[in-house]
């Protein structure tokens, strides 16, 4: 009766990327609310310290790899503007959101002005664009990963960023974040650190086609994109992969840390696949992106 009465107190109330896919798409939403309602899920966010945003812009552009008109958005840090050269922050959204709402609880502008330790974070920019529902992998007629690698980044590099001495980092939440790993494997010549939040990590294909039947187009799909098989891949690459411990990705989300190389960065801490853990990882996950793609 508890999960049966209450899946919808449990959809409302697990907001952020890939909380609602979970509970609309039955991974244990009963489980997932017993947890907010027994505490697992409590998060404490240390309070947001920001500057003044940067400018933004927003536009819309035709993706042959995805067959179809691709929003995009770029945020530039205070004190820089459209023209500045910039290491660049790919920013890939979750499971059922679009470029609008790649961060939890604040947007791309906010983000690179957040304050750390009354600091400000290293000069970078970042962007995000459409993906799909597609896990950011590819699948028949629609390919969001060579979007992304062929279409959008060579966008960002006429505006300079990411471009020669500037490097590429990729940072993701829950789908977002299992796209973040992917593209780090399939292109670490191309990205230099990577940071994940939640990622939505499966075991199997098996698992993955239970809950979401559109996450891979077949078996070997999943085979060709299972960051956990390919995660030697990231031996060059700065890796930061944060998850909770009542997560329901948590299984994915051990396995893939004993797979990564030496070097890497897991942070398994008290939480779930909600917006509570997302916003806390936030502030951290670009701390370490900055470090990596500055030096700084």
Same mark, same amino acid.
């Given at each position: 009766?508890?999960?049966?009465?209450?899946?919808?107190?449990?959809?409302?109330?697990?907001?952020?990327?890939?909380?609602?896919?979970?509970?609309?798409?039955?991974?244990?939403?009963?489980?997932?609310?017993?947890?907010?309602?027994?505490?697992?899920?409590?998060?404490?966010?240390?309070?947001?310290?920001?500057?003044?945003?940067?400018?933004?812009?927003?536009?819309?552009?035709?993706?042959?790899?995805?067959?179809?008109?691709?929003?995009?958005?770029?945020?530039?840090?205070?004190?820089?503007?459209?023209?500045?050269?910039?290491?660049?922050?790919?920013?890939?959204?979750?499971?059922?959101?679009? +470029?609008?709402? @790649? !961060? *939890? %609880?604040?947007?791309?502008?906010? $983000?690179?002005? &957040?304050?750390?330790?009354?600091? #400000?974070?290293?000069?970078?920019?970042?962007?995000?664009?459409?993906?799909?529902?597609?896990?950011?992998?590819?699948?028949?007629?629609?390919?969001?990963?060579?979007?992304?690698?062929?279409?959008?980044?060579?966008?960002?590099?006429?505006?300079?960023?990411?471009?020669?001495?500037?490097?590429?980092?990729?940072?993701?939440?829950?789908?977002?974040?299992?796209?973040?790993?992917?593209?780090?494997?399939?292109?670490?010549?191309?990205?230099?650190?990577?940071?994940?939040?939640?990622?939505?990590?499966?075991?199997?294909?098996?698992?993955?086609?239970?809950?979401?039947?559109?996450?891979?187009?077949?078996?070997?799909?999943?085979?060709?994109?299972?960051?956990?098989? +390919?995660?030697? @891949? !990231? *031996? %060059?690459?700065?890796?930061?992969? $944060?998850?909770? &411990?009542?997560?329901?990705?948590? #299984?994915?989300?051990?396995?893939?840390?004993?797979?990564?190389?030496?070097?890497?960065?897991?942070?398994?801490?008290?939480?779930?696949?909600?917006?509570?853990?997302?916003?806390?990882?936030?502030?951290?996950?670009?701390?370490?992106?900055?470090?990596?793609?500055?030096?700084?």
């Amino acid at each position: 009766m508890l999960t049966a009465g209450l899946a919808g107190a449990a959809a409302a109330g697990l907001a952020g990327a890939g909380a609602l896919e979970l509970v609309a798409r039955g991974v244990l939403p009963g489980q997932q609310l017993l947890n907010r309602l027994d505490g697992s899920c409590s998060v404490a966010t240390p309070p947001m310290c920001f500057g003044t945003p940067g400018p933004s812009v927003s536009g819309t552009f035709y993706s042959r790899a995805r067959r179809q008109p691709v929003g995009y958005a770029i945020a530039w840090p205070p004190g820089h503007r459209p023209g500045s050269e910039l290491p660049l922050i790919v920013a890939l959204h979750g499971f059922g959101a679009d +470029h609008t709402a @790649a !961060l *939890a %609880g604040m947007s791309m502008a906010q $983000a690179m002005a &957040l304050r750390m330790d009354r600091q #400000p974070l290293p000069p970078m920019a970042i962007a995000a664009a459409d993906g799909g529902p597609g896990y950011w992998n590819p699948h028949p007629g629609d390919d969001p990963m060579a979007m992304v690698i062929s279409e959008f980044i060579p966008l960002c590099w006429r505006r300079g960023l990411g471009r020669g001495p500037h490097p590429i980092g990729t940072l993701g939440i829950s789908m977002g974040g299992y796209g973040a790993l992917l593209l780090a494997e399939k292109y670490p010549a191309l990205i230099r650190a990577v940071a994940a939040i939640g990622p939505a990590v499966w075991t199997s294909y098996r698992q993955a086609r239970a809950v979401n039947q559109g996450a891979y187009a077949s078996a070997a799909a999943f085979a060709a994109a299972d960051v956990v098989t +390919h995660a030697r @891949a !990231l *031996a %060059g690459v700065a890796v930061r992969v $944060a998850s909770g &411990l009542s997560d329901p990705f948590h #299984p994915g989300v051990m396995a893939l840390s004993q797979a990564l190389p030496p070097g890497a960065v897991v942070d398994i801490a008290p939480g779930c696949h909600s917006s509570p853990f997302f916003l806390a990882q936030e502030p951290p996950s670009l701390a370490f992106l900055g470090r990596h793609l500055t030096g700084g």
